[in-house]
Structures are given as structure tokens and as C-alpha cells.
């Protein structure tokens, strides 16, 4: 998981507006507060359907007698300057925005994490046009709970994971924001974090974090398989993309690409050694050509 500071997003725009420019020509600037760059980590980014950039992360200093008269902001930004817009007060001040994730029909989706409660999130719908923000309650029985995982999509549906007490539970959100529950499953941990992924296949899922080793469910909650040949604390997904059909992931700090036999149900490690990465923080970026860009950070080197 990597955590863009300023110093990286000049690196990752440049990147990105050279890769949507067809000129060939590179162009790097360094912007700061001065130029309006009013995030100190940026967590989320993505475009909108017009091909602004959208940022999102947290201030590093949230003392309430720093920010008081201060809300955290996400901001869009052209190319050339930011435009900020403040987020909503709801419930308890927000502090932090960990995902930003485009729907179909162009809105967002913000993963928020909120004050006071450290794991605490809760689920945005934001409408880059009218810049209106909407909170989506989650299913009545888990009106309560206040882990959410980052929504991921499979076969263009919606889903999140949510947790109360010990029950897990996948929920699949509709364009009309209703939250229809699928299946629930039991965890004596609190797995669902920044480090939760899901993965989903035809007739299965893979769900993974860094408290809960790898299990298989199939889509009617019946635990297919627990992944047991990945013995170690930190034996966890890290980052996921798929070329020709194979889904490759990598696992946290593991230089080995492995890839997800669908038929077998195995995670098996890929024969190509100039695949593996050492890296003390990894991204996998997909454009909407289903190419795939790999950014590592390994001590000073990106």
C-alpha cells in the first residue's frame, strides 16, 4: 500500500499527463500550498469522466485547536491549479478519505474515516458535477457497525465488506444505494481495515488482510478454502491486476508475483523471475485499456 506525499505526486502526474497526452513530451512541476495543494498525505486519487484529477487523504495535524475553523477537503485538480471542496459534517468531523472510487455513471464513492474511533468509516456518495455529497447507510442489522471495507466491483456490480462484532459480512450496493446483504461469515479479529482486499471470480471470492489469512468463499458464503500455505503474520494481498485473463497479485513485502489458478483454486508463483519486485511500498495503476503500470518504492528509489 503506498501513501503519496507531495513529494511522489508530482511523479504520479507526470506520469499520468504524459501518458494522456499524445505529444511525447514530458512536463514536470512541483506544485505545494502555494499553488492551492491543500493535502499533506494523499491516500485516493482517480478521474472523473472528464479527465480531472480528484485527490483525497488527511492533514497530519487533526488537533481540534488546530482545525477547528478547518475541514479536510478533497480536491479536483486540472492540470493546473486545485479547487477544493470542503467535506460534509456528518455524524463526527471527518479526517481522513482512503479511497475514491468511480461508479459507472461517473460519481464517487468516498471511504471516509471519521474522529475519535480509530477504525471507524463510513461510505460517500459524491456527484462531481453538482458537488453534492450523499452518506449511504448500510442495511438496517448493520446500521451500527463501523468498519467498512474499500468498495470493489466484479462484473460491473458494486460490493463492500462490513463488520459488527465478530460477523462479516458482504454487502452488494445498488445504483440506488440500497445495501442488500449476500453472506455473512464469523472472525474472532477485526479484519476489516485499509489492508482488507477482495477478489472476485465466477464462482468464487478471495478475501484477505493482514488479521485474517487467505480464505475462498463461494458466492453463497460457504468457506471454499483456507490458504495455508501462507504461514506468516505478514502474508497478506498487497496489490492485484490481471493480464490475458490470469489474475496476478502480489503479497506484502514479497518480492514474488503469484497468480490465481481459477480451475484448481490455487495461488501459485509465477516463473518469471523479472517479475519479482523488491519494494518497501507497492501501487498497481490500470488504465482504461486494461494496461498495467507498476510503481515501487524501495528505500530512496522509485
Do not use: C
Not at 147 to 168: M, P
Amino acid at each position: 500500500m503506498l501513501l503519496i506525499h507531495k513529494s511522489l505526486l508530482s511523479f504520479i502526474l507526470l506520469l499520468s499527463f504524459n501518458g494522456l497526452g499524445q505529444t511525447g513530451r514530458v512536463y514536470h512541476e512541483v506544485f505545494s500550498k502555494q499553488d492551492g495543494f491543500d493535502i499533506d498525505i494523499v491516500r485516493a486519487m482517480n478521474f472523473d469522466n472528464d479527465g480531472f484529477l480528484w485527490l483525497g487523504g488527511e492533514n497530519l495535524d487533526i488537533r481540534k485547536i488546530v482545525v477547528s475553523n478547518k475541514k479536510l477537503v478533497i480536491q479536483r485538480f486540472n492540470g493546473n491549479s486545485f479547487h477544493s471542496i470542503p467535506l460534509p459534517e456528518i455524524d463526527q468531523r471527518i479526517l481522513k478519505i482512503n479511497q475514491i472510487y468511480k461508479r459507472n455513471d461517473g460519481k464517487f464513492y468516498i471511504r471516509a474515516g471519521i474522529e475519535e474511533v480509530v477504525h471507524e468509516q463510513i461510505l460517500l456518495l459524491f456527484d462531481p458535477y453538482s458537488m453534492a455529497f450523499e452518506k449511504i447507510d448500510i442495511s438496517e442489522d448493520l446500521a451500527k457497525s463501523s468498519r467498512l471495507s474499500k468498495v470493489f466491483n466484479f462484473q460491473d456490480k458494486d460490493y463492500i465488506l462490513t463488520q459488527k462484532g465478530e460477523s462479516v459480512t458482504l454487502l452488494n450496493i445498488d445504483q440506488n444505494l440500497v445495501t442488500t446483504p449476500l453472506f455473512s461469515f464469523k472472525s474472532d479479529t477485526s479484519i476489516i481495515d485499509l489492508f482488507t482486499r477482495v477478489i472476485g471470480f465466477e464462482d468464487f471470492l478471495i478475501i484477505s488482510d493482514n488479521q485474517f489469512k487467505l480464505h475462498a468463499f463461494d458466492w453463497n458464503g460457504n468457506d471454499l478454502k483456507k490458504f495455508s500455505h501462507f504461514k506468516n503474520e505478514n502474508d497478506w494481498i498487497d496489490e492485484v491486476f490481471v493480464k490475458d485473463n490470469i489474475t496476478y497479485l502480489f503479497m506484502y513485502n514479497n518480492p514474488k508475483l503469484y497468480y490465481i489458478d481459477e480451475n484448481t483454486l490455487e495461488i501459485l508463483t509465477s516463473s518469471s523471475k523479472s517479475a519479482e519486485i523488491e519494494s518497501t511500498n507497492l501501487i498497481v495503476l490500470q488504465d482504461e485499456y486494461s494496461n498495467n503500470l507498476v510503481i515501487s518504492e524501495n528505500g530512496n528509489t522509485i
